[in-house]
């Protein structure tokens, strides 16, 4: 229950993080130029003010800056209740996520001992001028003998084990309701998900009766959508003109065109990357040339191993490795760990060991890289190839949405909840295949699961990938991956009821990149019958 009280705490705190804004200081410089001019009179100062808010175009930016803290800042739910019980409510749930936390630090510890590697060093000063020299291209820097000896401190198939096996101690199924005993599902924890109609409601956007791009623009032999694609644009355009973030939102619905998805997000996201940015992605860069941290191979080898190794993103394998370096010294990262179950991993100063005054996160952002989670960013060189606009881009997006996808935790936008929704809408929907997959030892969400953590990135061709992304941000939800996710195992049906084990059925789905994504979410929410 949220009290009066606690709405007030609410409302000054996104005043006042708008009052430490570099938008509210222009506004606010704009606005006394404005009230100094003769043609303004103290009489009707007010509404004077006002309208130049409105005619400026600083009204539709202080609305956006409202609904991004809105967004993004964690409200209040009740005084009295203690901070990492808001952050997850669920106790089974908290203990998992730090064993979990504690299992990942005792293994980069591990590899620091192993090959006597230090978590962080101060590069020498010739260290620092090759690293400044060479920071444009360091794609291409990476000691080969050093990559081998790196390894990944977890893999999307260590985190699926680990969530498995999380079950609620507290849970007693009712014995005489059949409806009651656990299902076919994997996930032992019982959440909360949307039903089939309520996600026809959700997305009712998605009808097939609405035009979308990356559907109906490529149906040129139907004359009816022939001129959809420049209507398309020149709406786009409108919207990016207008500047408001919700009417964006509402665009990207149906499909943002490529050539106009940068200037779109930028609204959707509410970000825009102006010279103070600049001036401390300089400065983080700075930080990356100073001193050698053990995830900046981490990083190096992960990008290596997945995005070069990609034919849609190689190309970008230079930019990637320093959006990426750069994040990890971010210590502003640290701010989403407000609204996550995790908690950021912790080292001591050498000669400390054990006192907590000389505690330190590690690395600064808090995050430490697992395998693949470069592909969170490869596809962004689609959207912003420059190295600072593609970093200000992750950034957003993996603190907003993506590093839920690899923690443990009860809210409806978690893994858990992912996963939870589709075993439900593939057992309910599908039972037939799913009961077979079960059977033969392919279960659904061992073949579903990379999908999922990566939110298809690395999966499906980049524009359908982006497509998805669009819709991802536009809804504010991450609930149509794991309707994607059903609706590709319920498209290839026919084929995956024919397989009698894990490897035939991980052969049958190993190339989902022609799938059309909107297509699909269109078949499973509105033509399945």
Wanted: charged fraction near 20%; proline fraction near 4%; glycine fraction near 4%.
């Amino acid at each position: 229950m949220i009290r009066d009280g606690d709405r007030e705490d609410d409302l000054c705190r996104v005043i006042g993080e708008l009052q430490k804004s570099s938008l509210f200081s222009k506004m606010k410089a704009d606005l006394q130029k404005e009230v100094g001019k003769p043609h303004i009179h103290v009489s009707d100062m007010k509404q004077s003010v006002r309208t130049y808010l409105r005619d400026s175009g600083w009204e539709v930016k202080l609305q956006n800056a409202v609904y991004a803290l809105l967004t993004s800042l964690p409200m209040s739910r009740t005084s009295d209740i203690p901070q990492n019980h808001i952050k997850e409510p669920l106790a089974f749930l908290r203990k998992a996520q730090i064993n979990w936390e504690k299992r990942i630090v005792k293994s980069i510890n591990s590899m620091c001992t192993e090959l006597s590697l230090p978590l962080a060093r101060k590069r020498s000063a010739a260290d620092q001028a090759h690293m400044s020299s060479k920071f444009e291209t360091l794609g291409g820097e990476l000691d080969e003998k050093q990559m081998e000896k790196i390894k990944p401190v977890y893999a999307p198939k260590d985190f699926f084990e680990a969530l498995i096996g999380i079950e609620n101690p507290s849970f007693t199924p009712l014995r005489k309701t059949p409806s009651s005993i656990k299902g076919w599902g994997l996930i032992k924890v019982q959440l909360h998900t949307k039903s089939l109609h309520e996600m026809k409601i959700a997305y009712k956007e998605l009808d097939t009766g609405n035009l979308h791009s990356g559907v109906d623009d490529v149906l040129l032999e139907s004359s009816s959508t022939d001129s959809f694609p420049s209507d398309w644009n020149k709406l786009g355009r409108k919207v990016i003109q207008q500047g408001s973030t919700l009417a964006a939102r509402q665009y990207a619905k149906y499909g943002c065109p490529p050539g106009l998805r940068g200037d779109l997000w930028k609204l959707i996201l509410c970000y825009d990357v102006d010279d103070v940015d600049l001036l401390y992605f300089q400065q983080l860069k700075q930080y990356v040339i100073d001193y050698d941290m053990l995830v900046d191979s981490l990083i190096t080898k992960d990008i290596k191993l997945t995005a070069a190794n990609d034919d849609n993103y190689f190309v970008f394998e230079d930019v990637l490795c320093q959006a990426l370096l750069v994040f990890s010294r971010d210590t502003s990262v640290l701010k989403h760990f407000e609204q996550s179950s995790a908690t950021p991993p912790k080292s001591f100063i050498r000669g400390k060991l054990g006192v907590q005054d000389y505690a330190v996160v590690y690395p600064p952002n808090g995050f430490i890289p697992f395998h693949g989670f470069s592909l969170y960013a490869a596809p962004l060189g689609f959207v912003c190839a420059e190295a600072p606009q593609l970093y200000y881009l992750f950034k957003q997006i993996y603190t907003r949405y993506f590093f839920r996808l690899h923690t443990m935790s009860s809210h409806p936008q978690g893994m858990l909840s992912l996963c939870v929704l589709f075993e439900n809408l593939l057992q309910t929907h599908e039972p037939a295949l799913f009961y077979h997959l079960k059977e033969v030892g392919a279960h659904p969400l061992r073949l579903a699961f990379n999908w999922l953590i990566y939110a298809f990135a690395g999966y499906l061709d980049t524009e359908q990938l982006l497509l998805l992304w669009d819709r991802i941000f536009a809804y504010n939800s991450m609930d149509l991956i794991a309707v994607l996710a059903m609706a590709v195992l319920s498209y290839r049906r026919s084929n995956l009821l024919e397989v009698t084990s894990l490897q035939a059925a991980q052969t049958v789905l190993a190339d989902i990149s022609t799938l059309n994504t909107v297509a699909l979410l269109q078949y499973v929410l509105f033509l399945k019958q």
